[in-house]
């Protein structure tokens, strides 16, 4: 009798431990699955927020693109007006000003890097889309430091070195100034050297046909940074 209860006593006691160690186990797992449920959702959450500020800092984006391109076509407009005046036909004479200002203005990139610095801090892999992630990295990385350069830095496209001086040189004698030094009008005919009126001729040429292909690219950006806006809007 007293050999049969020690036995039944064993089994008992094995079973009480393989419930306790079970039931450790469970508890193990059960923290390990709700503290990674906890990162999950706090890295969610970080994802959310970040691509909403980089969604937000394109919408911003989108207005300077704008701007430039609107600058760029007001530059065209000039090249446009300049060629009349160097071949003696007639224009808008309160456009002389505008025009004057615009033909060699520069414009410079400004983008809105807050949200995708915020993202590298953190780790790119943050944003779990991985086809997503790659086009914002492509955008700010590649697609803005390109437009930056080639508006900046690109020899082409700095018409104001290039070629304001130039035009100064050969038109600036015809402008008309009241008494506080204020352009209000241009003599005619303007009376050019047939050399010095070809240059100025090609210069115009050259400024019109880099400004629409700088037009282009904004344009090319433009729809990228659309599609970009509503994959995030997507996602979030």
């Not at 701007?67 to 007001?74: F, K, L, T």
């Not at 615009?102 to 779990?128: H, I, M, P, W």
């Not at 035009?167 to 008494?179: E, I, Q, R, T």
């Not at 090319?220 to 599609?227: A, P, T």
């Amino acid at each position: 009798m007293k050999k049969h209860n020690k036995v039944k006593k064993k089994k008992w006691n094995w079973r009480n431990r393989l419930m306790e160690f079970f039931s450790i186990f469970v508890a193990v797992v059960s923290a390990f699955a709700l503290n990674n449920w906890n990162e999950n959702r706090r890295d969610n959450q970080a994802a959310t927020k970040i691509l909403t500020e980089i969604s937000n800092g394109l919408e911003k984006d989108l207005e300077d693109i704008n701007i430039n391109i609107a600058g760029h076509r007001g530059g065209v407009n000039a090249c446009i007006y300049w060629r009349k005046i160097i071949s003696n036909q007639n224009v808008d004479p309160d456009s002389l000003t505008i025009y004057y200002l615009a033909l060699t203005r520069d414009f410079f990139s400004a983008q809105n890097n807050s949200g995708y610095e915020t993202l590298k801090s953190r780790g790119l892999e943050l944003v779990a889309n991985d086809s997503l992630r790659f086009d914002i990295i492509s955008l700010y990385e590649y697609d803005y430091e390109s437009l930056k350069t080639m508006e900046e830095n690109y020899y082409e496209m700095q018409f104001q070195e290039n070629y304001f001086e130039d035009f100064n040189k050969s038109l600036a004698p015809y402008f008309v100034f009241d008494d506080n030094g204020e352009i209000v009008g241009l003599k005619s005919p303007i009376n050019l050297k047939p050399d010095e009126k070809n240059i100025l001729l090609s210069y115009l040429w050259k400024i019109e046909k880099n400004r629409h292909f700088i037009m282009s690219f904004y344009n090319h950006m433009e729809d990228k940074i659309n599609d970009l806006t509503q994959r995030i809007e997507d996602e979030i």
